[in-house]
């Protein structure tokens, strides 16, 4: 069964320092992976996406992804957060009925 | 209006109520989704239709019924919910899945229930 695991609840980080956050998925096949960003009151908007191809993901917002199928991982990466990026952040896999899966979610908090 | 709307933001009920919550998408989009998103929980499936036919039921109570008279609008009827059922409830809506390629899903901005 599809699986995706977000190691980490909450994340804190000082504005302008570099951001990863973890996302482990389980999947049979050649999984579609998906990073989405909620902010307070709001719905889920798509940060990236990868289907195939290039494994390295450039997404909106400058965030980018990693996919490395060994470590069954497709980490989120951003070089310099800015203020605006305290949000929630949900990485989720899906298959081809329709169907995404979603982590727990990670929210992140941006330190002035 | 763009994107995917819903009404109403915030919603409070009585477990004896009826209400409903409405989306409406205006993507051209052929699939409609309800989720739920509850604290500390990962956001559940409940509902997909596909051209208006209903492809998917995660298991959900009969309190909760589904509507989608056509491809822009999509309703959730609720009755006689209890206290878990507070939640943020969210739409989104996707060209449907080919088997070929894979539709990224546009969400609604949510409706807040809260269940007395």
């Known amino acids: 069964a599809q699986s995706v695991t977000q190691p980490d609840i909450h994340i804190t980080v000082s504005e302008g320092a570099s951001l990863e956050l973890r996302c482990n998925y389980s999947?049979?096949?050649?999984?579609?992976l998906f990073w989405y960003v909620q902010s307070p009151g709001q719905g889920l908007q798509l940060l990236l996406k990868?289907?195939?191809?290039?494994?390295l993901v450039q997404g909106i917002k400058g965030f980018e992804a990693e996919f490395k199928r060994s470590q069954s991982s497709f980490n989120l990466r951003k070089p310099s957060v800015h203020w605006s990026d305290a949000a929630e952040y949900f990485c989720?896999?899906?298959?081809?009925?329709?169907?995404?899966?979603f982590g727990k979610g990670t929210r992140l908090h941006i330190l002035p | 209006e763009t994107g995917v709307t819903q009404t109403p933001r915030h919603l409070v009920m009585g477990m004896t109520n009826k209400k409903s919550l409405k989306c409406e998408q205006h993507?051209?989009?052929?699939?409609m989704y309800w989720y739920k998103q509850s604290a500390k929980k990962p956001l559940e499936l409940m509902f997909v239709?596909?051209?208006?036919?209903?492809?998917e039921n995660n298991s959900v109570p009969s309190r909760f019924s589904p509507e989608c008279p056509n491809s822009s609008h999509l309703f959730l009827h609720l009755h006689t919910l209890q206290p878990e059922d507070s939640a943020l409830y969210l739409c989104?809506?996707?060209?449907?899945?080919?088997?070929?390629?894979?539709?990224?899903?546009?969400f609604g901005p949510g409706t807040r229930l809260t269940v007395l």
């Open positions: 239709y596909n051209f208006k036919e209903q492809t």
């Open positions: 999947y049979g096949a050649t999984p579609y």
């Open positions: 993507l051209g989009h052929n699939a």
């Open positions: 989720a896999v899906g298959n081809r009925d329709d169907k995404i899966i």
């Open positions: 989104a809506s996707s060209t449907p899945q080919t088997g070929v390629s894979y539709n990224e899903q546009f």
């Open positions: 990868y289907f195939s191809g290039d494994t």
